[in-house]
């Protein structure tokens, strides 16, 4: 539908052979205003304004594109825009570019320059619906913060839904593991009444019998080895119900909403209590420590108990992926407005696709794991307002840092606008 009022450009035109050089100065006077005014708004808002040629080289880009992609101001124009945009599928665009139509080609991904972000991608052809190659406007939005949003979101309805779940699992599962647990110690404290003393046996046997001596030594062997074999059968049957037990202790903690107890806490004296705690363990595995603490490390707003949970389930972690010997690296430092600690081993480490699901429920990459450990950490950790970072090579190992803020976060006011 054509418009009902012409544009100033379109006026101009249509009688530019007519116009002096003051007529002409006017013009161009008015074309810079507006041009000013264009740049002006392109680089206020927030989405990225990329325009390409029909080659698939840079022409016009605002500031939001240098942020975004790291698109530098001075060289840019007249570069290949998949210099800068490698997921773009350049050659996708010019083929729609050359087709005409009326389409709108949308695609995200994640691009890890200048800062790890992720982008939703809208292209267009200059020419609106005419065939022939003018080249593409292409708008950048940052959907990062939505995208995360909406993963918080998710997992805040799955913990809802394993906290229901959870309240009747160990209600349920509790009391019959509390009542089975009695009954084995009783098993067992009958067993050891049964099981005879040195040469008691044969003694009583041959008394009442009348047998020889060796026919109540054989009598009692074989009672011997029974109750051995029971004993066997109830250690076996208190360790599954310990596992049971742990099971659902783990799950409670991992989705039970615990607020944290922030206090000035030094994370070096954590983590020495961690290793203190656990080097019988990692004695007995012939695994070596390497201990390496950051100087000066200031005190940070932490719950002790929650993040000496956390540090435990993560060298717990780290000493389950070393089978055969191997080696773990602690290390503490400190930035600007934060500490951090991080947990290295040497065992095969995680593949690739395996790494984005490292901290659901449930998910292990170990033959006896619950998959409940890092949920916990994940937990913990974000409830102290930190995050994780997660570094794994296959056949090398594997490294989570845990970085903490200094202090408790609060609500970032925005200042007001004096009006003199």
Do not use: C
Not at 265 to 286: A, G, K, M, Y
Not at 310 to 332: I, R
Not at 396 to 404: A, H, I
């Amino acid at each position: 539908m054509p418009s009902t009022k012409s544009s100033f450009l379109d006026k101009v035109l249509g009688r530019i052979g007519r116009l002096d050089a003051e007529g002409l100065q006017t013009v161009v006077q008015r074309l810079a205003r507006e041009r000013s005014f264009l740049e002006t708004l392109f680089n206020t808002i927030e989405d990225g304004v990329l325009v390409v040629d029909e080659r698939g080289r840079v022409l016009y880009f605002n500031q939001a594109v240098t942020e975004l992609i790291g698109l530098p101001p001075d060289t840019a124009e007249g570069q290949p825009v998949s210099r800068f945009l490698p997921e773009l599928d350049w050659a996708k665009l010019a083929a729609m570019d050359a087709a005409g139509g009326k389409q709108v080609v949308h695609h995200e991904f994640e691009v890890s320059y200048p800062q790890r972000r992720f982008l939703r991608l809208y292209a267009a052809p200059l020419d609106g619906e005419s065939s022939g190659s003018a080249g593409v406007a292409l708008i950048l939005h940052d959907a990062t913060e939505a995208r995360q949003k909406t993963f918080e979101a998710i997992e805040s309805e799955r913990i809802q839904a394993l906290t229901l779940l959870a309240a009747s699992v160990a209600h349920e599962i509790g009391n019959p593991l509390d009542a089975l647990h009695i009954h084995l110690q009783l098993m067992e404290r009958e067993l050891k009444k049964l099981k005879p003393a040195p040469s008691g046996l044969g003694r009583l046997v041959g008394t009442v019998a009348r047998r020889p001596k060796t026919r109540g030594a054989e009598a009692e062997a074989v009672v011997d080895e029974r109750v051995a074999k029971l004993e066997n059968y109830l250690n076996v049957a208190k360790g599954e119900i310990a596992r049971l037990d742990y099971i659902v202790t783990q799950f409670l903690q991992a989705i039970r909403p615990t607020v944290p107890q922030l206090k000035p806490v030094f994370i070096n004296d954590i983590v020495r209590e961690t290793i203190d705690l656990l080097r019988p363990e990692l004695e007995n595995r012939r695994l070596t420590i390497k201990e390496k603490f950051g100087r000066q490390v200031p005190a940070a707003m932490l719950d002790a108990a929650q993040m000496k949970q956390a540090l435990v389930n993560l060298v717990k972690n780290a000493m389950q992926a070393m089978t055969k010997g191997g080696t773990l690296t602690v290390q503490t430092g400190s930035g600007l407005d934060e500490v951090w600690v991080s947990i290295a081993d040497t065992g095969g480490g995680i593949a690739q696709e395996k790494i984005n699901r490292i901290f659901e429920p449930f998910y292990t990459t170990k033959q006896k794991g619950t998959g409940l450990g890092l949920m916990i950490v994940q937990r913990i950790v974000r409830d102290h307002g930190g995050r994780i970072e997660l570094e794994s090579h296959v056949g090398k190992g594997t490294m989570f840092r845990v970085w903490l803020p200094l202090r408790e976060r609060t609500p970032r006011l925005l200042e007001a606008h004096r009006h003199d």
